[in-house]
């Protein structure tokens, strides 16, 4: 081996590579001749680890594609070398590939892009990322107190206010059988009461079950819970005090809601991977024009996501998923007031500002990082890796410590404001979201693994300060 490829194989996540032998080509396989053949792929690849779980420095990373021609060869190539001593990968008779690759001890954590080299009378190359996820020992956990206790079936999001918490939760895809909003006592973590939304429109003749509550805020003067619907496309209210139903929108009205932030009569709500934010009034409980967002990266269209709101500023934030970057709403005149890229993000999901919208920090859960963001120049301070999959964040304004949920790492990691990594805490399965209650407690909602223990997950977490 050469100098330049001992180099990159020491880089590089395929060291070690293995494969089951039923997945291997001959060596007598080879691509087309340059130039003379044109074929064409509308399938996919991806990697991930075991049961779904992270890719780590010395465990395994499963490749699963589809789209392929039977019994297409595969050639595989990572920071310009072949992988597997150039040996090509083999489709089965279904066009369906999948693969078991060893990932070595001394992998940096990172995303690394793979070209895919397809053969035989297809011709054609294609791209996927390998995400490896760095594992962050426990630590700090002696500096926090966290309780947990069962609520309802996989709890999407989480919100406080009117002195409780509540929580939206959905099972599964339509028909929705099992979907509830529910209200929580933040002391003792008893469940107070729930409700279950009534059933939804069919849509193409397909029976829809509930309508299913994902996303949760709380307009506490007006004593409503809004939730978004989404597999419905749209948003429905209830009562803070005995969870029943004010107001059900119609169907279709927000394309794919997300995050919901009440503010000054006002309920701001995010349609998934649209450059919108769609507003309503708590008062009349009308449907007002949606705010309009531009995209601060060159031929780019915001796709919105997280949503934070900056009250002291009276500035809302929002992540695009669809672009890394964020965007910055002037609650005063309700239009975009700036926003800014977010360089080495990927797949900007989550947000969090602090009070006085002086610091941003976003989530990109594609490379496991955390960006911490000078929100008036939006120059990225930091970049904190903090595990497989962080999903959602909260500041909690008392240290302005910033809280992540690590969905695949099954953690919650804490960040100083600088971003520097002050605790990592095993707090259950598959953390999805969190709040602040802005008295020092941390609300965290976890779902439950499809096949692992159900006590690890469907349960709501409350971290705060160890006495």
Known sequence: MSEKQAAVWTGSIFKGLAVSAFLMATSSMTLAEPFTAVGAYDGGIRA??????????????????????????????????????????????????????????TANPGMYPVVAELGGDAPFATTFDVTVSAQLDEMGVDAYAVTSAPIVKRPYQVAYGNGAIYVAASEGRPPITETYVAKIDPATLETIAKVQPGPAPERNGRDMGHFAVHGIGIAEQAGQIWVSNTHQDTVAVYSADDLSLIKQFDAGIVSHPRDVVAHDGKVYVTATFTPKVHVFDTETLEMLAPIELSSARRAKTFGAAGLSLAADAGKLFIASLGSDEFAVIDLTTGAQSGGFAVDGSKSTIGIAANSDGTRVYTVGQNNDTVSVIDAKSGEVLRRVNVGAKPLNAVVEPQTGNVFVTVRSADHVVVLSPGGEILANLPTGSLPNHLTQDGNGNIFVVHMARRDGHASLGNKLTRISAAE
């Open 48 to 105: 991930f680890g075991p049961d779904q779980t992270a890719i780590v420095p010395g465990g395994e990373a499963m490749l699963m594609g589809r789209g392929f021609q039977p019994n297409q060869p595969v050639y595989l190539r990572q920071n310009g070398e072949a992988l597997n001593g150039g040996e090509p990968y083999l489709a089965d008779d279904k066009g369906s590939l999948r693969a078991q690759i060893s990932i070595p001890e």
